[in-house]
């Protein structure tokens, strides 16, 4: 929405560092779940990234631009002009966003890969899983149901954005305008997301026989998971309430300035649960259509002295999310405006 939003050059610059302040975090988090990740699921990462490299270098990729365009558009000596690294700032915006939400459908709409663990002692090919087709995870796209939650997540994004403006900003003119086009993004959202959830509740799931760890379809299998894990149920809705609150009561009175908080927390909580409705269970949490190539937590896990010391380490969890709010809280003591931008020193 850089190039909407903003209609100013001032305006434009007040966006991106109020933005630009947090992209750090947003790093750190990802190389926090992403390595906890790696050592708890290692099949899941090589299946994924060695299989499905095409959307998730894309993905990669996105988040690159994001970091680059941050530091370099304001730098000396900038050869290529602001508007160059703001339009690979639009490139993750609308490509980042939208292709995390298809690549998470798929967690529960499956993929096309085999796992072999036999291959592993083939000493000039010792590749575990391999993508069944050419196009090693673009194949997703054709997949209403993925599609589905991709723009979920794209608008998500974006009302995210103005609820973060509207909290943050000490701009009436920016304000107003984000409260409009709050209600132009939390409208396909919750359409968006409605259709994924119940067209993924009506649906088959994958379920497994702990018994045996065989991998079957089973009707309704995301729907009986929500019944059958209650305080996951209650979590969920009580996320998707939160998300609808913060939404809702920031269209309806000009004065509410806390929705980013609900929906923000919403969005964490709701985020865990459909993650939790995945893979746990007895279900298969990285699906595939060869049934039994299915990653569950049975066969993708790591050892467990692995999966001992990541609980040890997971201990310190809280040590970085403190970091994360009181660094947070100190560069957010005050509303941004233009003038902090100017007088900064070491703004984007």
């Known amino acids: 929405m850089l190039f909407s939003l903003s209609k100013t050059e001032d305006e434009r610059r007040l966006l991106v560092n109020t933005l630009g302040r947090k992209w750090e975090f947003t790093f750190t988090t990802l190389v926090t779940f992403g390595g906890a990740f790696f050592a708890s699921f290692p099949l899941f990462y090589s299946t994924s990234f060695g ?14 631009l994001q ?5 370099f558009q304001s730098k000396p000596g900038n050869v290529f002009g602001a508007n160059t690294y ?3 700032l639009f490139i993750n915006g609308l490509l980042g966003t939208f292709l995390i939400g298809v690549a998470i459908a798929t967690f529960f709409t499956g993929s096309d890969f085999i796992v072999n663990k036999g291959n592993i002692t083939q000493q000039f090919s010792p590749v575990i899983s391999r993508w069944q087709n050419p196009w090693h995870g673009l194949e997703a796209l054709l997949n209403l149901r993925n599609l589905s939650l991709g723009l979920a997540v794209f608008f998500l994004a974006r009302a995210q954005a103005t609820l973060f403006f509207i909290n943050r900003l000490s701009h009436p003119v920016l ?3 984000s409260q409009k086009y709050l209600a132009y993004n939390a409208i396909p959202f919750v359409v968006f997301f409605l259709t994924f959830v119940i067209w993924t509740l009506l649906s088959e799931g994958y379920a497994v026989r702990p018994e045996t760890g065989e991998v079957f379809l089973s009707p309704y299998k995301y729907f009986f998971n929500l019944v059958e894990m209650p305080v996951v149920l209650v979590f969920f809705l009580l996320g998707v309430i939160g998300v609808l609150y913060g939404m809702g009561r920031s269209l309806f009175s000009a004065n509410f300035k806390s929705g980013i908080w609900y929906s923000g927390t919403g969005t964490i909580v709701t985020v865990c649960c459909l993650l939790l409705i995945a893979g746990y269970n ?7 259509i060869h049934l039994q190539s299915s990653l569950t937590i049975y066969n993708a896990s790591s050892s467990l002295f692995t999966l001992r010391t990541m609980s040890y380490v997971s201990l310190f969890i809280p ?4 970091y994360i709010f009181y660094a947070w809280r100190a560069m ?9 931008v100017n007088n900064d020193e070491h703004a984007y």
Do not use: H
């Not at 095409?54 to 988040?63: E, G, K, N, T, Y």
């Open 67 to 71: 970091a680059v365009s941050y530091e």
């Open 319 to 322: 040590v970085v999310l403190a």
């Open 332 to 340: 957010e003591k005050k509303q941004i405006d233009i003038e902090d």
């Open 51 to 64: 299989g499905a490299y095409w959307v998730w270098m894309a993905i990669l990729f996105c988040f690159t």
């Open 175 to 177: 304000v107003k305008r």
């Open 86 to 88: 703001r339009a690979f």
């Open 282 to 288: 007895n279900t298969a949490f990285y699906p595939s």
